[in-house]
C-alpha cells in the first residue's frame, strides 16, 4: 500500500467516525423533541394541588452528602424546606468535613443530639453523631468519618425511613416544584420505576437567595457559558433522547431520586469509582433484568449547580468524569450486546463505549490529522470539505438546534437579546471549547492508566453573581 492508498483509507475513516458521532447526536435531539412533546402533553398542572393532598403521595427523604461545604449547604438546606412537598425529610450527611460544615448547620437550624434506629443494609465509614433541628423537625444530620461521597450517600440510605430518597448535592439548587415534578412516574407505576432524573442546569450568574432561584441568568465567566450550553445539550436533549430508547446509563449525582429498596438490593453506591452516580444506574440496568423496574428521564424537574470558572478546575472535573465513565463501562461490561438488558445492553453500551469512550481518541486523531493534511498538502480537497462540514457545521448546527428548541420549550420569556447571546456561545463553543475538552478527557483515560482513583480539588465560590471568596474541598 502506498501512501497515496493510505491517505485515502484514512479519510474515509475519519469522515465515517465523524458522520457516526454527528448521525447518533442528531438522532438523539430527535428523540428528545419528540419525548418532551409526548411529556408535555400528558401534564396536566391543575392536577398538582390535588397531588399535594393526596394521602397516596409518597413520602421523600432528601439525602445531601457534604465534605466542606460551609459555603453552600445552609442555602441549599433552606431551599429544600422551601419545596412544594407534602411529606419530605431532609437528611444532610456531614462527611468528615474539615471546615465549618457542621458548626454552620448547627447554628442555623439548633441542632441537638437525637437518637433513631438505623439499619445496616450497606457497609459505611463509622458514625460520629446524629443531630436533629429544634426548629425544623424533618431535618437531620448525620455526623461521619470521611469515607467519600458514595460512602455518605450509603449511610444516608442507612438512615432512610422513607421507600424513596432523593440524592442532591449540597449545592444544588432546587426548584420549588422539582420534586412533585419527579415523582410523578413513581406515583403513576411504582411497581416498576426505580429510578428518575432531572435536568440540571448553571448556577452561575443566577440570582439565588436562601437556596431559591430568584432569576436566571447568564454567566460572567466564558468558561461557564460553554458549560452552560454543554448542559443543554447533554441534559435536556441528550439524556432524554437515550430515555426514549429506554437506555438511559446516567442520572446525575445532583439531583436523582431512586427506590431505596432496589438501590439496598444492588448494594448501594460504589465507593470505589469516581462516577458513583452512573455506575448505580448501570446496576440498576442490571436490576431491571429480574424485576422490570424503569429508570426515567424528565426535563420538567429542574436543579442548579455551580460549574468551574477556571481552566484547572474544569480540567480536572471533565478528567474526573471520563475516569468515571470508563470505570463503569469497565466493570458493567457484560451488558454489551445482551439481549436480556433491552436496548442498554443492545444500543446504549456500545454507542458510549465507541462514542463516549472513546471519543477523544478518534476525535483527536482525526483533526490531527487533518492539520497535518493541510499543513504538508495532502490533504484532498473533497476531504478537507467534507471534514470540514461533518466535525464543524453539523457540530453547530445540532447545537444551536439544541439550544433554539430549549428556549422555545422553556425559556419563551426572556429577553431576545439574552437569546441572541445564547446561540452565539453555542456558535463558538464548536469552535475551539469542544477540542479543548477532548483533551481534559484524554487525560482522564491517562490518569486511570497511571492508578489514579481519587476526587482531586473542587473550588466552590458560591452561588450568585457576587459569590463568597473561593474555597477548596479535597475528596478521596
Known amino acids: 500500500m502506498d501512501f497515496a492508498q493510505f491517505s485515502s483509507l484514512v479519510d474515509s475513516g475519519v469522515l465515517t467516525y465523524f458522520v457516526g458521532l454527528q448521525t447518533f447526536y442528531t438522532v438523539l435531539i430527535v428523540l428528545a423533541v419528540i419525548e418532551i412533546a409526548r411529556h408535555q402533553a400528558k401534564r396536566l398542572p391543575e392536577l398538582d394541588a390535588t397531588i399535594l393532598l393526596e394521602d397516596s403521595t409518597p413520602p421523600i427523604t432528601i439525602l445531601v452528602p457534604a465534605h466542606n461545604e460551609q ?43 437525637k437518637a433513631r434506629p438505623m439499619r445496616q443494609s450497606i457497609d459505611t465509614a463509622p458514625i460520629r453523631g446524629l443531630y436533629r433541628s429544634a426548629s425544623s423537625e424533618n431535618i437531620w444530620v448525620l455526623d461521619k468519618e470521611k469515607g467519600g461521597k458514595a460512602d ?22 432546587v426548584t420549588r416544584d422539582a420534586l412533585l415534578r419527579m415523582v410523578e412516574p413513581f406515583i403513576h407505576d411504582p411497581k416498576n420505576v426505580v429510578a428518575v432524573g432531572g435536568t440540571i442546569r448553571v448556577a452561575n450568574g443566577c440570582e439565588i437567595e436562601n437556596g431559591i432561584v430568584q432569576e436566571v441568568g447568564a454567566p460572567d465567566s466564558w468558561l461557564a457559558r460553554f458549560q452552560q450550553i454543554e448542559y443543554v445539550r447533554a441534559f435536556v436533549f441528550g439524556r432524554l433522547g437515550l430515555n ?8 446525575s449525582g445532583a439531583f436523582g431520586l431512586f427506590s431505596r429498596q432496589a438501590v439496598c438490593e444492588v448494594g448501594g453506591y460504589d465507593a470505589s469509582t469516581v462516577a458513583e452516580d452512573m455506575e448505580l444506574v448501570v446496576k440498576l440496568h442490571r436490576y431491571k433484568d429480574k424485576h422490570k423496574g424503569r429508570v426515567v428521564q424528565l426535563s420538567e424537574p429542574i436543579a442548579y449547580t455551580e460549574v468551574p ?10 478528567a474526573r468524569w471520563h475516569r468515571g465513565l470508563a470505570q463503569t463501562l469497565w466493570k458493567h461490561r457484560a451488558l454489551v450486546g445482551r ?29 490531527c490529522w487533518f492539520i497535518l493534511a493541510i499543513l504538508f498538502g495532502f490533504a484532498d480537497p473533497r476531504f478537507a470539505v467534507a471534514f470540514f462540514v461533518v466535525a464543524f457545521l453539523w457540530g453547530i448546527i445540532i447545537t444551536l438546534a439544541s439550544v433554539s428548541a430549549d428556549r422555545w420549550t422553556y425559556r419563551s420569556g426572556e429577553r431576545d437579546s439574552a437569546g441572541a447571546k445564547m446561540l452565539l456561545v453555542a456558535v463558538l463553543e464548536n469552535l475551539g471549547y469542544r477540542q479543548m475538552t477532548l483533551f481534559f478527557r484524554l487525560r482522564g483515560l491517562f490518569e486511570l492508566a497511571m492508578g489514579r482513583r481519587g476526587w482531586g480539588e473542587i473550588e466552590r465560590r458560591g452561588h450568585g453573581k457576587q459569590p463568597q471568596a473561593a474555597t477548596t474541598e479535597n475528596r478521596p
Open 244 to 251: 426514549r430508547l429506554g437506555g438511559n446509563l446516567i442520572i
Open 309 to 318: 470558572e477556571d481552566l484547572s478546575g474544569l480540567a480536572g472535573q471533565r
Open 339 to 367: 439481549r436480556r438488558y433491552g436496548l442498554a445492553g443492545m444500543i446504549v453500551m456500545p454507542l458510549f463505549i465507541i462514542f463516549e469512550l472513546l471519543g477523544p481518541v478518534f476525535e483527536v486523531l482525526g483533526y
Open 152 to 173: 455518605a450517600l450509603n449511610a444516608g440510605i442507612n438512615a432512610c425511613r422513607t421507600p424513596i430518597f432523593c440524592s442532591i448535592d449540597a449545592d444544588t439548587v
Open 71 to 113: 459555603i453552600h449547604v445552609v442555602d441549599t438546606v433552606r431551599g429544600l424546606l422551601q419545596l412544594d412537598y407534602p411529606d419530605v425529610e431532609i437528611l444532610i450527611i456531614n462527611d468528615g468535613s474539615t471546615d465549618e460544615t457542621l458548626e454552620r448547620l448547627k447554628e442555623a437550624f439548633s441542632l441537638e443530639p
